[in-house]
Structure formats: C-alpha cells, structure tokens
C-alpha cells in the first residue's frame, strides 16, 4: 500500500504507513525546529521545551500523563536533535486514539507549571554533568563546537547550567508560540493502522492547532574548522578527526554517506581493518557523515590508550588520503547491499520507519520510495567517491580529543598532512 498522505485544512500534515502483520502503532508528531533555532539567549531551552511537556497539562498531571499511557501497555517519549524535535509514542493499534489524545495535550495545553520547571531544571543540570562526565559522548560536543564556532548548529543541545537555569515559563510559551505551528509539523503512524481512521483522529485534536508560527529563519552555517583538546586522567582518549560534510539537499549527500560505510562502517571497512585488526591501535574506530538542512559534518571517531594515540592519527590520515585516489568495486558494492540492508531492515520496525517517513516529509516534502533509494544508490561509482575523497578531505580539518591526549601531534602538523598539498608536505612525525 505504501505511504498515504494527506493533509488538514490547517496545513498540518498527517502520513501513516499500514505494516502488514503488526498490531502494534507507533506514531507521533515531529517539528521542523530544534537547537539551531534558538536566539543566543536561549540556549537549551528546545531541550528543556521537550521535557517540560510531559509534566502536566490543564487536564493531565505528570503522573497522568505517564500512567496513561503505561495502563494500556504503551511507551512515550521525546527527542530534541540540531533542527528537529519529535514527541512520539507507541501503543497497540486499539489504543492508537488515546496516544494522539495524549500528543496532542503536551502540544496544545502544556502549563509549564513554575514548580515542575524548577525541578526538571535541576533534572537537566545532573544531564549536563553526565554529559561532560561521559568522554566518549562529550567528545562530539566539543568537535562540533569546534566545527561551527560561536554558532547554534555548534552549540550543546542541553545548554549550559547557566542558560538552563535562567528559562522562565513564560519564555517557554513563548518558543513553543514561535516555533511550532502547523506548516513545519507532521503527524505520522506506521504500524497497525487505517489512514483514514488516523486521520480523522488527528483532525479532532490537532485540526484547530495555528497554521503558522512567528518561525525565524535560523542563520546559515558557516563552517570554520579548528581544534579542541581537554587533557584528563582517563585510561583511554577519544578523538575525532573530521571536515565539512554535505546537506542534505545536495548531489553528494548520499556518496558521503556511502563514503563513510567504506572507511569505516563496519569490521570490513578501511579503518577497522588497518588500524584495529592489522595495527592493533585501539579498540573502537568509526566514521559517520551527519547532514543538516546545509552543511554537514563528516568524521572519524577512534579511542585508543595513551601510549597509541601519537601513532593513531597518522594510520587515519593515510587513510583518508588513500580514498582519495583509489575506490575499489566491491567495496562500493559492499557498502549499496549495508545500505539497503538498512533499509529493508529499519522497514520492518514500525517506529524506525514513521521516524524515518516524518524526517522525509520535513527535510524533502514527500515520503521517498525505498525503490528511488536504492536507484541512487546503483548509480553511485568507484570515480565519484574517489573525487568527492580528494575534495572532502582537503578542506579545513576539525580535531576534538579528550584525555590523556598529549602525544596527539599539533593540529598545524595534522591539517599539513592532508590531501591538498605537494607530498613533501605530508609528513606527520610521531
């Protein structure tokens, strides 16, 4: 049957997808507005929004809200990211209507009550401090703050103890008013349910929700590049090693993606191999291409122990290097059938494919077939991902390492050792 959309005299659009052999739904509403979108003082509050919603409404306290959902044996849950925020939930089919009730609360009649919002600020700091207490997830704060500098797409999600405190109810009515109306919003469910029967649902409860929002532009991305290193008494260092990526808009994207599956997308890729199984250099190496609405960030993550950290870079960097002068056929064969593996399989799960349907409809207006995927995919050749290397990697380099990282060599001598320049150049001493 595939994707049915339709969408509501107020512009909301509403999707759903009917997996056969499912009696379970997953659904929920998704809006084209995160962390980017935040003024320079209100850093964080897109996150703290996210949590606020779920303690009480004018007809739901906290506890409602969860034992709600938790009597009829369903799940809910919310995600901020960089330019999206997304409320969702998953129950049985026969329940469907309660979850879009529910939903639809926190979105339209939150109170943001100033006693709740003070303890889920202090919630908030203690994230914040696991955060900087977990190195191999602040490690991408850092890089990322490095890449896009005094900017919000750099800037933490959570916010700073500081800003999170600082946020008034008021000021969360006032995002929520500005951020989210119907125009950048999708509702969508996959799993046991009837289009037609969704639909009608999401009329009664969110048909009346403002078409439009105050919504402002976020600025551009300008992409600086640059270095981070925080030394600590750790037993082992992260490091990512990264460039400008590409959008996800533009006729790269998806070679970068692909690109990153052969260096370093799994125990047969060009990193695993070279530098943990032939080198024995440490024990976790990566790399990852994430896309925003116009730029990227394309990167390699490694943790390795002190004494190996000075001999790691240099391996990655070589590399790197490498992929820019020679793909070969069946790693680019290799990479299609872990894509469309991805695919086939992140189909069969209900609520990774309503993400997945919903994140389609913001970024591109339409759901996109599986089929015109793959079609993409199958023309993608061992010379493009070749040229696209040479370009990707001889831009300005960003370096973010925390812990016992003072054997990493100088960021000038990494940056020097990067495709781009006469050979003679690209020597990194260890």
Sequence with gaps: MGVEVSRLSNGLTVATETLPGVESVALGVWVKSGARNERDDEHGIAHLLEHMAFKGTGSRSAFQIASDIENVGGEINAATSV???SFFARVLGRDMPLAIDILADILTDSKFDPVELEREQHVILQEIGAAHDTPDDIVFDRFTEAAFRNQPIGR??????????????RQLHDFLERQYGADRMVVVAAGGVAHDTFVREVEKRLGAFRATSAYEEPLPANYFGGDFREVRDLMDAQVVLGFEGRAYHVRDFYASQVLSMILGGGMSSRLFQEVREKRGLCYSVYAFHWGFSDTGLFGVHAATG???????LPVIVEEL????????????????????AGLVMSGESASSRASQIARQLLLFGRPIPKEELVDRLSKLT????????GRLFSTTPTVAAIGPVSGLAPYERIRATLPGLPASEQKLAV
């Design 306 to 312: 002190e004494t190996d950290i000075a001999k790691l």
């Design 156 to 169: 933490s999600i959570l916010g700073t103890p500081e800003t999170v405190k600082s946020f008034t109810s």
């Design 382 to 389: 061992v010379e493009r991902l070749t040229d696209l290397s």
């Design 321 to 340: 290097r490498r992929a820019g002068e020679r793909i070969l056929p069946e790693e680019l064969n290799r990479a299609r059938a872990q894509y469309h």
């Design 83 to 85: 330019e999206t925020t």
